[in-house]
């Protein structure tokens, strides 16, 4: 399969697109067409498990992949996943449905495709006949950092670096990222919020790719990478797989999928799995106070000029979505000058409009809306003491958002109604203050003890990864100012 850039001519192979991370344009890159899964492949993926799902999925985008090596590398890297089902679908009792995303090796969704990725990108270099060394740089609001860390750690001819904005990350976040072990690795902390440090480690890759590209192989482990977004679209079909296998629904039924969104990475993988042939109803985008997605949905205008929040769930503080991006390139009918374009206008005005036509595909696939932190709060509060399930604020944000979604179809005796699947994207546990503070009402100042509490109060069992971050020493104190990031990178690769 081929790739094109959203933003003009560039056209590569899927191994290319892994590797390079970002199209030479500053595009991105998308599959030069979408590939089906047939009614009969959905029905055969019914009996197969999460790793065999995953690889039919990505085996259509990567088909100079071998079938045999992928499969393998998926079985190895969801072996390290807590429990037997990396992505199970929990049951509420208020007929909702969970997809929990967070039993990887770091707690939250992006393990799905970080544990991936060293493959898909070390098989690439091979396709490609590379033998530089690699050098993964990212930007991360908390979540990705530590999990491109720990798939990377210790693997030969890679080096990650990842820049994290200094308070715009977790406690826990910051301990684990800065805890990591690894002679190939580096964290530097930001002056600044989530998008300064991905404008910065964007400049890095447009300005200074070719100097850099000197001594080794750069690319990205942020989602812009669609090594990223592949394994995402496989536990869209998984959950599918899993409400027909359990007789919720019938082959073929539609199903709503709410997602609490940051970069737009995550649910963009359930608007491909929907291009592919899955039966999607309505993608639900959910955003925390930083609402620049749901207005964008009531306006049609994105605009990124207003205040930046820092909230308490900080993977989705962001305000310049960057695989939004993808999404426009297909609402304009893949027009790559236009989108060139917006993303220009947004770069120098901070803000761009979609037409009238787009507007009305967007809100025909999509529906956006946004919780604030009071919202939030009370919305995972209240769970708990009805259905005894604990939310991350991440998730709590999603919930709120499908809740308010629901209520609004039961008023409206005319609206068409499916069973509707929340992701999860995160352990309370990783999220241990504000997640207790949302329990119980009261404030601890360390996460350990916010750990502790939810404990005893939900019983849920508390994630290896989580216990062990208490006890290791701080590698990584650095904090540079955003215009610095380069000479770190320089001083990292030596
Ligand atoms: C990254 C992240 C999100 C946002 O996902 P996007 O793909 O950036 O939209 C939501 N929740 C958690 C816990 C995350 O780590």
Redesign the pocket.
């Known amino acids: 399969m081929e790739f094109i850039s959203t933003r003009g001519g560039e056209r590569v192979t899927g191994a290319q697109a892994i590797v390079n991370g970002m199209a030479v344009d500053g595009g991105l890159y998308v599959p030069a067409v979408f590939p089906r899964i047939s009614a009969e492949e959905l029905s055969a993926m019914l009996g197969m498990d999460y790793a065999e799902r995953a690889a039919l999925v990505l085996g259509k985008y990567l088909d100079e992949y071998d079938p045999a090596g992928l499969l393998s590398a998926l079985r190895s890297a969801y072996a390290n996943f807590e429990g037997d089902d990396p992505a199970p679908l929990v049951r509420m009792d208020n007929g909702m449905y969970v997809l929990e995303l967070?039993h990887g090796p770091t707690c939250?969704?992006?393990d799905m495709a970080l544990t991936v990725l060293p493959y898909l990108l070390r098989e690439g270099c091979r396709l490609l006949g590379i033998d530089k060394e690699v050098l993964v740089l990212t930007a991360t609001?908390?979540?990705?950092g530590k999990a491109a860390l720990e798939g990377f750690a210790g693997k030969d001819g890679v080096k990650v670096m990842v820049f994290y904005p200094e308070e715009g990350v977790s406690g826990m976040q910051k301990l684990q990222m800065c805890t990591q072990d690894g002679d190939n690795v580096n964290v530097v902390a930001v002056r600044g919020n989530f998008d300064d440090c991905q404008a910065g480690v964007k400049k890095i890759f447009r300005k200074h790719r070719a100097e850099i590209g000197q001594e080794v192989l750069l690319t990205s482990a942020n989602?812009i990478n669609f090594g990223r977004l592949a394994p995402?679209i496989a536990y869209y079909f998984s959950a599918y797989c899993d409400l027909v296998t359990s007789s919720q629904i019938g082959m073929g039924d539609k199903v709503d999928f709410c997602?609490?969104?940051?970069?737009?990475?995550?649910?963009?993988a359930g608007y491909y799995a929907m291009r592919m042939g899955l039966p999607v109803g309505k993608l639900l985008c959910a955003s925390n106070r930083n609402c620049v997605l749901s207005d964008l949905w009531k306006t049609g205008t994105y605009d990124t000029k207003r205040p930046f929040w820092r909230t308490m769930?900080p993977?989705?503080d962001?305000l310049v979505?960057s695989?939004f991006e993808r999404l426009i390139f297909e609402l304009s009918n893949r027009d790559g000058a236009l989108t060139s374009e917006r993303m220009r206008s947004l770069a120098q005005t901070g803000r761009y409009s979609l037409g009238a036509e787009e507007l009305n595909e967007f809100r025909d696939l999509f529906y956006a809306d946004f919780a604030n932190e009071d919202d939030t709060v009370e919305c995972i509060y209240d769970f708990f003491e009805e259905y005894g399930y604990p939310m991350?604020t991440?998730?709590g944000v999603a919930m709120c958002v499908a809740n308010r979604y629901k209520k609004k179809l039961d008023d409206d005796p005319m609206s068409e109604k499916h069973p509707l699947v929340v992701l999860s994207?995160?352990s309370p546990y990783?999220f241990p203050q504000d997640v207790l503070y949302a329990l119980t009402g009261n404030d601890v100042k360390d996460s350990f003890k916010g750990v502790k509490r939810i404990h005893l109060l939900t019983a849920m069992k508390v994630p290896e990864a989580i216990k062990s971050v208490r006890y290791k020493p701080i590698r990584f104190k650095t904090t540079v100012s955003s215009d610095k990031m380069l000479a770190e990178v320089l001083k990292f690769i030596g």
């Not at 609001?141 to 990705?144: A, E, I, N």
């Not at 997602?259 to 963009?268: E, H, K, Q, W, Y």
């Open positions: 967070f939250a969704f992006k609001s908390g979540d990705t989602s995402q997602v609490p969104t940051g970069n737009f990475g995550n649910i963009l769930s993977s989705m962001i979505s695989n991350d991440h998730t994207t995160a990783k």
